[in-house]
């Protein structure tokens, strides 16, 4: 049957491999199936999200609970909110993250070194050990319950810098020194020379960014008293959560919009994630 | 967004590959810098980039390093949410050590730190082994395994409540096949703080797999295949060939997971609210309680502190251990 005859190889490691293939997709479908479970509730009629036996579907696919999760919470506000914090987060992240990391790779000046030690330094601290003294601070500020608390405390972290310092360093010479014959200054040459070249490098930062913001759930916790007009989604679906008689299917539903943006960004990028994550530790938990 | 898709071949792009042999966050460091190539320009251009420093500088004073010293000074004072701050040196630090519930939540997040480190990193290792280029579809695998790592841990941990609570999908299941009724997992004493396990690891692995997984990658061909040509079994390549080259990354992941696994809240806040009992409330929910529930916030620094020493002394490990413990090449 084997064509050779010398040996058995081909057939045995084959047929090993192809069982190895599908204890592989059974483990990856055991792991999937609390996701399974979440999008198949979200479509149940809400009488029959607990059923012994368990079912995996409804007697109907109840699309509407997507539109009825609107009205039981104020879910367009959560998302505006979470949307917004993210985006202006992200945005002043990486905007002084490209300029102080320009400062740290191409410019020399009196204190660099020290300065990036002390950008080190704070790696160390997590948000954890901060959110105390940051409470008191926006107290002082008169900044609780607001919408910038939601977005300056954690807008200067230093990972950003590194990132992009470790970017600039391999940016060769060449391209400043021509820069400079053109006439340029250091803002020109950062500007129209620098900023494009790091685009990949700055969307990477851009994304873990956004996705931490988006994720974030002790700080809005701690700082957001009205939360039918401040939360962002992870605060929203707790509050609604915790509260009694769960409208199972719904909260199901607002569930999978909370993760319908970060699962896009994963799909679409994740070549650029793996390689921030594997680069730089970013997007660690 | 779209510049991500467009820029891939910018010069950079093979230079940061070749930083990822290195276990990730040892590439940062303060070093060889091209100074010695830029010898000219320093008068003009010493002033600019402290300028192009300045905001980023002035925001991480102003939010990380006036925050870290005031609640260094915070947890020697006695500071109610509302009213008047006095000074009282170590009482909070007494106070918490005499403590008895303090020590629970010391206990308990030992307890999680202990079961969740190798769990995940047990799993985390071995689908990264598993997942080799010559799987297929590799690539989908590992999206799907990264989703909950990525996504809000709230909307992860609202399935699993449903997954553990009575007549939930697990209860459901045992029901209707065995006739027998689940533990009521999130409040039995024995189960719960499986279950907190069991749950983040579920949610946390990929992380870590992501990291071994393109650590194994950058693992030369040569040193494999010379050990498969010595008639090594994939089993011995990969203690003895694998596991050696990718130690870096494993050193790295581990102190990685045991930081942020000390600070875990998210998941026994959610799933037990800390119970049953006080079975399952960590060292950060009992700071948590601590300041905004009591409205102690100087206890709850000295609690915060007393966190961040742990960390710090672990982050201490990581520096010394690295030159003796792993193998750079």
Not at chain 1, 62 to 74: G, I
Not at chain 1, 124 to 143: A, N, R, S
Not at chain 2, 27 to 38: G, Y
């Amino acid at each position: 049957m084997s064509s050779g005859g010398t040996r058995t190889t081909g057939a045995a490691p084959r047929v090993r491999h192809a069982i190895g293939y599908v204890i592989l997709c059974l483990i990856a479908l055991a792991f999937m199936a609390p996701l399974i479970y979440m999008v198949a509730t979200s479509l149940k009629p809400e009488s029959e999200t607990f059923t012994t036996p368990p079912t995996l579907w409804g007697s109907a696919l109840r699309w509407q609970n997507y539109t009825d999760v609107f009205s039981y919470l104020p879910f367009a506000r959560f998302i505006l909110n979470g949307v917004l914090v993210a985006a202006v987060g992200t945005a002043i992240n990486v905007t002084v993250a490209a300029l102080s990391g320009y400062a740290f790779s191409r410019l020399r000046w009196r204190g660099r070194n020290v300065v990036f030690l002390l950008f080190l330094a704070t790696l160390m601290i997590p948000q954890d050990v901060l959110v105390i003294p940051m409470y008191v601070m926006m107290q002082d500020l008169g900044w609780v319950d607001t919408v910038q608390a939601l977005i300056i405390p954690w807008a200067f972290t230093a990972l950003g810098a590194f990132l992009l310092r470790q970017f600039f360093l391999t940016v060769p010479q060449e391209l400043d020194d021509a820069a400079r014959v053109d006439g340029a200054g250091t803002v020109r040459t950062f500007l129209n020379v620098m900023v494009p070249l790091a685009r990949p490098t700055l969307a990477v930062l851009a994304v873990f960014t956004f996705i931490s913001y988006w994720n974030s759930f002790l700080w809005p916790l701690v700082i957001v008293n009205d939360v039918n007009a401040r939360a962002t989604i992870p605060l929203g679906l707790q509050a609604f959560f915790g509260q009694q008689g769960n409208e199972w299917s719904l909260v199901m539903a607002a569930s999978v919009i909370s993760m319908l943006p970060t699962v896009i960004i994963l799909v679409l990028l994740q070549k650029h994630l793996v390689r921030g994550i594997v680069t730089s530790g970013l997007g660690g938990r | 967004m779209t510049a991500v898709t467009t820029q891939q071949a910018a010069p950079a792009e093979e230079e940061v590959v070749t930083v990822k042999v290195a276990a990730p966050g040892t590439a940062i460091a303060v070093d060889e810098e091209p100074e010695a190539r830029r010898p000219a320009e320093v008068g003009r251009r010493s002033w600019w980039g402290a300028a192009f420093a300045a905001p980023h500088s002035i925001g991480l004073a102003l939010f990380t390093v006036v925050p870290i010293v005031a609640s260094l000074v915070v947890s020697f004072m006695n500071w109610p949410m509302i009213g008047g701050h006095t000074w009282t040196g170590l009482e909070n630090y007494r106070r918490l050590f005499d403590d008895p519930i303090f020590w629970v939540v010391v206990r308990n997040t030992a307890e999680y730190v202990i079961l969740y480190v190798p769990l995940n990193l047990v799993v985390s290792l071995g689908l990264a082994a598993w997942l080799t280029p010559r799987i297929r579809h590799r690539h989908i695998f590992r999206v799907l395994f990264f989703i909950p790592t990525i996504t809000p841990l709230v909307a992860n941990v609202v399935v699993w409540r449903m997954l553990y609570q009575p007549d939930g999908l697990i209860d459901a299941t045992l029901q209707s096949t065995l006739g027998e009724h689940a533990p009521n997992f999130l409040a039995d004493d024995t189960w719960a703080m499986f279950a907190v396990v069991a749950m983040s690891v579920w949610a946390g692995f990929g992380y870590n797999m992501l990291i071994f997984s393109a650590a194994l990658d950058a693992v030369p061909d040569s040193q494999i295949e010379a050990a498969q040509l010595d008639g090594a079994s994939a089993w011995r390549t990969f203690w003895h060939v694998k596991f050696p080259a990718i130690s870096p990354s494993i050193f790295f992941a581990t102190m990685m997971t045991l930081i942020t696994s000390f600070q875990v809240f998210t998941q026994p806040f959610l799933l037990t609210k800390g119970g049953p009992g006080t079975e399952t409330e960590t060292l950060v929910q009992y700071i948590y309680n601590t300041g905004f529930q009591n409205q102690q916030l100087g206890l709850a620094s000295a609690g915060a502190w007393v966190l961040f020493v742990i960390i710090l002394g672990i982050t201490a490990v990581q520096f010394l251990g690295q030159k003796r413990w792993v193998h750079y090449e």
